[in-house]
């Protein structure tokens, strides 16, 4: 009798541990191949910023349960950089109804990158940016295929940016046309930088300007692998303040209350060296499993306080 009760209690954890996991096997398949040498980089409107947001596209546009906002699910936008001017850049949004509240989450990840460049001493030109942010992309993929199918309390927009590496123009393209007024977002939830740390630290950036947050990021990750950090975020503290070093800033500078998650700086930093075979697997997925959890407390937790 107790061996069946083990045996039962196991099978439960399991699907309770499967429930609130991602699929680590089609993370690795996303960021390695939206960092390989085929994307050259992704900077915005080459062939390989292209084949990225059909490869993304395909990706958003198959779960189920998702929603248009924009035609085709896509929101073009033109801008000029160093006299430049780019047409039809393209953030790419999937929707995904809330059960309970009209409020919305905006989970966020630029796909972007910054192309080739000057090579390095091996003669490599192409700066696939691995962690640069196809780790996040990556991440968002599989969040928006994991709520697809284990629907929010608050609705969701899952949005791969353009152009953030131009001066967040993907960002401030959405939050400058926005399908609903702007005080329905709940938060913005920003993902860039995730797949590697010799510490084993991720940060979620934020909590200064939104304290509210702290309590639940401090439940949700007690005891957590990797360790999660809150800081980067005090005003005066130069490079170390993270609040306008991504996409998260286009919402802060309209007042709206963002969480970014990423990691610091690494050797490979903007280097044709940040590269797949130099993420580390095991920290990616479980930082991503870690963000995953931390979204799924915000979003119950938000919601309970706000019913209160």
């Known amino acids: 009798m107790k061996k069946i009760i083990f045996l039962l ?8 541990s499967f429930s609130q996991s991602i699929d680590s096997k089609k993370l690795l398949k996303h960021i390695e191949y939206l960092s390989s040498d085929e994307l050259a980089g992704r900077k915005p ?6 084949a990225a947001r059909k490869y993304i596209l395909d990706e958003l546009t198959g779960y189920e349960n998702v929603e248009a906002l924009y035609p085709d699910f896509i929101q073009f936008f033109s801008f000029t950089n160093h006299l430049k001017k ?7 949004v999937a929707f995904i109804p809330g059960s309970s509240s009209r409020k919305v989450i905006v989970v966020t990840a630029h796909y972007d990158h910054v192309g080739t460049g000057r090579a390095d001493a091996n003669g490599d030109s192409i700066y696939n940016g691995a962690d640069d942010n196809a780790s996040g992309t990556a991440a968002l993929m599989v969040l928006a295929e994991y709520f697809s199918k284990n629907r929010p309390l608050h609705s969701m927009m899952f949005v791969a940016l353009d152009a953030e590496e131009m001066g967040l ?21 920003n993902m860039d930088m995730l797949s590697r740390s010799d510490k084993n630290e991720l940060y979620a ?7 509210q947050f702290r309590p ?3 439940r949700a990750s007690a005891g957590s692998n990797p360790i999660l950090k809150l800081g980067h975020d005090v005003p005066g503290t130069g490079r170390e303040d993270w609040t306008k070093s991504s996409d998260h800033g286009a919402f802060f500078d309209k007042k709206i209350p963002h969480l970014y998650f990423g990691v610091e700086d690494h050797v490979d930093y903007h280097k044709p060296s940040d590269e797949f075979k130099n993420i580390q697997p095991e920290f990616y997925i479980n930082a991503v499993n870690l963000v995953l959890k931390c979204v799924l407390a915000l979003d119950k937790d938000l919601y309970n306080e706000n019913e209160k």
């Open 9 to 16: 209690l196991c099978s439960i954890y399991s699907s309770l």
């Open 45 to 50: 409107l080459s062939e390989g910023s292209l």
């Open 86 to 92: 780019y047409e039809d850049a393209a953030n790419l």
């Open 169 to 189: 123009r993907g960002a401030k393209a959405l939050v400058d046309d926005f399908p609903y007024p702007l005080e329905q977002i709940l938060l913005n939830v």
């Open 205 to 211: 950036s934020g909590t200064y300007h939104n304290p």
């Open 216 to 218: 639940i990021l401090e």
